[in-house]
Every structure is written in C-alpha cells, then in structure tokens.
C-alpha cells in the first residue's frame, strides 16, 4: 500500500522567492516518484520523476525534487518563483514496474501562489 | 513524453442521460489505462484500471455498473457515466501506461456538467 502526505494546502511566495512544496510519502515497495502540476480545467503535466539511480532529479521548467529514502521524502524546490509557476502541485506515488505498474497514488495538492 | 487525448474537453448533459468520454494514446500501445475522478479543489481519485481486453478493476466505492469502462484496443478507452445525476458532475482525467515505461501519461481532463 502507498499514501502521500502534502504538507501544506496552499503556500505563498514571493516572485523571485525559493519555492519549496514539500511531500512525504510511504510504500511497501521501492517506490517510484512523481510531481505534477495542473492549471486550472487541464489535466496533469509531469515535472520530473524518480525512478532509480541518482536521488536528486531535475525536471522542466527549473524544478528539481531530491529522493530522501531515510526522510521518506521528495520535495519540490526551485530557486526563483515567477509569476507562471502559480498553479496546483501534486506530488504522486507508484510502486514501479515490479510494483503494481504505473497505478499512482496523489497527494492532496498543494496550491502554489506567487506574488509580485 | 507519450500523448494521450481525451475527449471532449466539456460536456454538459442532462440528468438522466449517458456520456461517453474517450481517451486516446497518439503514439504508443497502452496496456493499461487508468480512470480518475477530481472533484473541486481537491486531488485525482482513482475510479478503476482498465487492461487491453480485460474487464475494468473498480476501485472500492465506485459502481461499475454507473461507470462503464471499455478498454477494447491497445489505443482507446472510454468511460460511460451512465444515467449521469448531478453529483456526477466532476472533473474526469485519464492516463495512459505501458508496462515497459516508468510513467503513465495524462489526458487533458473532462469537465462534466450534469443538469
């Protein structure tokens, strides 16, 4: 079984600020790891993933989330806010190819505000 | 990334009526296709997984037999709401998958109004 914790509903920063949207997750099996964004009536982009191999992970867009097997964690952090990152954030959960396949579990999403 | 295209993008339908929501892969064959549900405000629930030329697996809660799921070739699957209520009304996303691929690739969403 696989669950994600999303702390913090939404979060406020600032253009320009470090974004930090923080995830948590647990599973019973290697997991894979997924953060997605979605804007309003869209459906889900992908930012970047885990899967194996190097546990810091660079996605599109200035996005880069780091695998903490010991935290249980994959937080999403970029430097710089701009404008066109508010949106919805979702971190997600799967137990892999030899996990249940590509079946995820999302957390509750984070709802990214960036202010001028 | 692989496309996956769902359609319509909206659809407003009167109570008492079926929809049907169709969601395509483009360029890859999708052994498996997944079925979520996003209600306002809030995450993507998975309502069932669908396997090429099996029957659909409904998660616990969701009535099968209201939400019909075809996955009849490795490019389409579609999701019948039928005898839609408002409370239907939601935000329908799907995705994609192959079991050689570490991801599975999402649709644009449906927005379902019932009246």
């Known amino acids: 079984a696989q669950s994600v914790t999303q702390l913090g509903s939404h979060v406020s920063v600032s253009e320009g600020a470090l974004v930090l949207l923080r995830c948590n997750y647990s599973?019973?099996?290697?997991?894979?790891l997924f953060w997605y964004v979605q804007y309003p009536n869209q459906g889900l982009q992908l930012l970047l993933k885990?899967?194996?191999?190097?546990?810091l992970v660079k996605g599109i867009n200035g996005f880069e989330a780091e695998f903490k097997k010991s935290e249980t964690s994959f937080h999403l952090t970029k430097p710089s806010a701009h404008m066109s990152d508010a949106a919805e954030y979702f971190c997600?959960?799967?137990?892999?190819?030899?996990?249940?396949?590509?079946?995820?579990?999302f957390g509750t999403g984070t709802q990214l505000k960036v202010e001028l | 990334g692989a496309v996956v295209s769902q359609h319509p993008s909206r659809v407003i339908c009167k109570s008492g009526t079926s929809v049907k929501i169709e969601c395509r892969s483009l360029?890859?064959?999708?052994?498996?296709m997944f079925w979520y549900r996003q209600f306002p405000k809030q995450s993507l629930m998975l309502m069932a997984t669908?396997?090429?030329?099996?029957?659909?697996?409904?998660e616990q809660g969701v009535e099968k037999d209201k939400f019909l799921i075809n996955h009849a070739s490795l490019t389409l699957s579609t999701l019948t709401v039928t005898s839609a209520h408002p409370e239907d009304s939601s935000f329908y996303i799907c995705?994609?998958?192959?079991?050689?691929?570490?991801?599975?690739?999402f649709g644009q969403g449906t927005r379902l109004t019932v009246v």
């Open positions: 995705s994609a998958t192959d079991y050689r691929v570490t991801e599975a690739f």
């Open positions: 599973s019973s099996v290697p997991p894979y």
């Open positions: 885990y899967t194996t191999g190097a546990t």
């Open positions: 997600a959960v799967s137990g892999g190819l030899t996990g249940g396949g590509n079946k995820l579990t």
């Open positions: 360029d890859f064959q999708a052994t498996t």
């Open positions: 669908s396997n090429e030329g099996s029957k659909a697996t409904y």
